[in-house]
Nanobody, 119 residues
């Protein structure tokens, strides 16, 4: 059974940093691409960052240079380091298993983590 369990997130002031983590089980993690999505109130869920099994990364234009996605195959974890946070980054963040190269999400989601950035 595939499970994605998220940790991290919370409330931070603008300019601050947070790190999200997502632990996967039930899959051969090292060969699976992973992604982070977010959904703000009243908006559609959007791809924030993704990482291939080889470690190649892609980012939404809005987070380039501020967010970093990484993975630790030995620990079966994927991370999202978020720096220089802005109020517009406020959203529920979800990790996702096996997003496509075009950004279409895969079938498995983490439980979601609230990130709130105050002025």
């Amino acid at each position: 059974q595939v499970q994605l369990v998220q940790s991290g997130g919370g409330l931070v002031q603008a300019g601050g940093s947070l790190r999200l983590a997502c632990a996967a089980s039930g899959v051969i993690f090292s060969i699976i691409p992973m992604g982070w999505y977010r959904q703000a109130p009243g908006k559609q869920r959007e791809l924030v960052a993704s990482i291939t099994r080889g470690g190649s990364t892609t980012y939404a234009d809005s987070v380039k240079g501020r967010f970093t996605i990484s993975r630790d195959n030995a620990k079966i974890l994927v991370y999202l380091q978020m720096n220089s946070l802005k109020p517009e980054d406020t959203a529920v963040y979800y990790c996702n298993l096996c997003p496509s190269s075009s950004g279409t999400p895969g079938p498995y989601w983490g439980q979601g983590t609230q990130v709130t950035v105050s002025q």
